[in-house]
Structures are given as structure tokens and as C-alpha cells.
């Protein structure tokens, strides 16, 4: 049997009708740029997300680069993000003109309230924290962070769109959230894509137009802007795509379930995060990221009976990337990352997959291969 950490061909031939008809449909219609496809889409991920806005750009990198511009950074700014989260959450960082400040994470692999607080200097100005896996961080303590400090939040939600604390959506807690549509990423599209939400409307309007050339609902060009729009054909994909979304979540939330059943009583498995043990945490499972024992001899042998599986970033943190200017301490992460593993989570696998890829995992440890 093969299970490939992520078949994107099977992801695309599961929908390959759909996607023929619609590209016909839109591409007849010359429809390719800001057209209806785009807006219904926007008005169905604010709707999702309950926020008031969302604004289609090319992809969640440049989207965060976007919050960040019309947030408007100075030299020598520090902005506080995770080490445990992708170069672009960092890259957008730096290319505001900001200074990125990655800190630890606690057990379950998110950002650390309590690193952030020990982070703060007096040049901080905004805290971006990742909502990891499809997990919303613990926002309550980095909310109040914000609030004693004066400091903005900026949600880096590129894989958590529809994870909810408490029935508030990630991307909804600060000024604006950068969501991805990347093909691996739980809405994924055909390509790069990605969307901003955003409860503010000053700021909705300023990255409408950033997105755009600096133009605005009526063309007039009122500032300088870049070219970042989500392609129309992608959106419509997107938008038939969503219809099936809440569906898409509960298979993910039962594949986790299952790989837990299956995997209970095999705890060489190293603490695996406390999947939805804390209540008010819906968690949507971008990735089903775990920590195991002789993680990459287990890798190894996972891979010679056809299982794929990755190691997330490719195993560099934000604060080992050797072009940050300072040293930064994260003993939980640098530990983390000695022994986490990402085993296949998607929808293009099915449940024999799921029970062959435990039964390899069990056989590891009980064969003494471990
Ligand atoms: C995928 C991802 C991004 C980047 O998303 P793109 O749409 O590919 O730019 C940023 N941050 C995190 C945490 C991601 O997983």
C-alpha cells in the first residue's frame, strides 16, 4: 500500500470535473480578474468566519505583508512571532521594515504567552502569532499581552481557517489575519492563493487597495499599491470547493480521532499534543503533528512501506534561520523539533490507509526496530 504524505494529483482528479466545468464557464466569460466569482467568495469566507471582511490576494505571505504595510512599521520596530511557524511569517516581518523577534512555544507546539511577555522591549509594537496545525493559540493570555502593552495583533491563520476558540474564528482577534489557500492547506486551490479577514474597516479599505494598485472601488489610484489578487478562476474553484467545507473539517476531526483510537495504547509516542483537550478548542487538523520515539529511524521505515510523512519548516525554526542579526533561546522548540513528526493528514486518504500507516507505526515498536 502507498500513502503519500499529500497526493496532489489524487487531490486534483477527486475534483477535476468540477474544476473543468468551472474554468470553461469563467474563462468563456473572460472573467479572470476582481470579477463576481471573487466577491461571492470574499462575502462567503467573511460570512464563515463571521468577520465583516475578507479580501482575496495571491497568497497568505502576501497577505501579511499587507497587514503589516497599512499597519505601517518603522526601523528598528520589533514584532514578536513564533519560532514555530513558517519563514514567511518572519519574511513579512522583515520586509515591513521590522525587526522579526521569534520566540519559544509551549508542549503543544504554539506560541508561549509567557515567551512573548519575556520578549517585550521597548521597541516592540506588535505581536504575530501562527494559530499552528489548525489550532487556535491561547489567545486570551496574548489578547491581554496586546492590551497591557499597547501592542498590535496580526493573526498569522494561514492554516487555521474555521478553528475557533471559544466560537470566535482564527484571524478575527486583532487587526486583520492572513488565511492560505495553498493546494496542501486544508482549502487548497489549484496554486497560490490566500485571503485576509478583518473586522476593521479603515483597514479593509486601505488593503483593498494596497492588493489592487492602489485603487479603489471606483479606480481611482489613492495610493501606492502592489498587484496581489487572488485569480478569479481560483476563486470560483474556491467557492465550490467551500460549499463542502464544514465536511471537510469533520473528516479531518474523525481521521484525528481515528489515529488516536489506533495509536492509543503505542505511546513510544512521545506526549502527542493534547488534541482538543482543552475545552473551547475546535481544532480543524491542517497538519496532525505528532512527537514520537527514534523519530527518524520511525521515518525511515515509514517510508520503506510507502507511508510519507514530513517534518514541518524541514526541521529549521524561524530562530535558527542564519539570517537574523541576534541569538534567540527556544529550549521547549529546539527540543520539539528533536522528535516531532507530521503523519499523512488529508482528505484524499481513506480509513484502510489510516490503519495501515498505525499498524507500520506499531510494528516499529513492538519488531524492536525502535
Ligand atoms: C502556508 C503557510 C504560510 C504561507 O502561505 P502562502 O499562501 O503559501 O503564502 C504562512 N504561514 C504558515 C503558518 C503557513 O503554514
Not at 465583516?52 to 497599512?70: C, F, P, R, W
Not at 489610484?221 to 463542502?244: H, V
Not at 525511515?300 to 535558527?320: A, E
Request: with cysteine.
Amino acid at each position: 500500500m502507498k500513502v503519500p504524505f499529500f497526493d496532489y494529483s489524487k487531490f486534483y482528479s477527486h475534483q477535476r470535473d468540477m474544476v473543468l466545468e468551472i474554468f470553461d464557464a469563467v474563462a468563456s466569460k473572460g472573467a479572470f480578474i476582481m470579477q463576481g466569482e471573487l466577491v461571492e467568495f470574499e462575502s462567503e469566507l467573511a460570512e464563515f468566519v463571521n468577520a465583516k471582511y475578507a479580501l482575496g490576494v495571491g497568497n497568505a505571505t502576501d497577505g501579511l505583508e499587507l497587514i503589516l504595510q497599512s499597519i505601517g512599521l518603522s526601523a528598528g520596530d520589533e514584532v514578536i512571532c513564533s519560532t514555530h511557524t513558517m519563514v514567511a511569517t518572519a519574511s513579512a516581518i522583515h520586509l515591513s521594515g521590522a525587526i522579526p523577534v521569534p520566540v519559544d512555544i509551549r508542549p503543544d507546539g504554539l506560541i508561549d504567552p509567557a515567551a512573548i511577555e519575556s520578549a517585550i522591549t521597548s521597541r516592540t509594537v506588535g505581536i504575530m502569532p501562527t494559530h499552528l496545525n489548525g489550532r487556535v493559540c491561547d489567545m486570551d493570555k496574548i489578547l491581554g499581552i496586546c492590551e497591557k502593552h499597547g501592542l498590535f495583533l496580526v493573526e498569522d491563520a494561514a492554516q487555521a481557517l474555521g478553528a475557533t476558540l471559544n466560537g470566535r474564528a482564527a484571524g478575527t482577534f486583532g487587526v486583520a489575519g492572513a488565511i492560505s489557500f495553498y493546494p496542501a492547506k486544508i482549502l487548497g486551490c489549484l496554486g497560490d492563493g490566500g485571503a485576509i479577514i478583518s473586522n476593521d474597516q479603515n483597514k479593509y479599505e486601505t488593503l483593498y487597495q494596497l492588493r489592487d494598485h492602489g485603487r479603489n472601488k471606483t479606480g481611482q489610484i489613492t495610493m501606492w499599491g502592489r498587484n496581489s489578487r487572488l485569480d478569479n478562476i481560483q476563486a470560483a474553484i474556491l467557492l465550490a470547493q467551500f460549499e463542502k467545507y464544514p465536511s471537510v473539517i469533520s473528516r479531518r476531526r474523525e481521521i484525528a480521532s481515528l489515529y488516536n483510537t489506533l495509536l492509543e495504547d503505542c505511546y513510544p509516542f512521545v506526549t502527542p499534543p493534547p488534541f482538543d483537550s482543552d475545552n473551547g478548542n475546535f481544532d480543524i487538523y491542517q497538519n496532525f503533528e505528532v512527537r514520537v520515539k527514534n523519530r527518524d529511524s520511525l521515518r525511515k521505515y515509514l517510508s520503506d512501506r510507502g507511508v510519507g510523512t514530513l517534518i514541518q519548516w524541514g526541521g529549521q525554526l524561524v530562530h535558527q534561520l542564519p539570517l537574523l542579526d541576534r541569538q534567540y533561546n527556544c529550549p521547549v522548540a529546539e527540543d520539539y523539533f528533536q522528535n516531532c513528526l507530521m503523519l499523512p493528514m488529508n482528505l484524499t486518504l481513506d480509513n484502510e490507509q489510516i490503519a495501515y500507516v498505525c499498524e507500520s507505526i506499531r510494528r516499529f515498536y513492538s519488531d524492536g526496530a525502535a
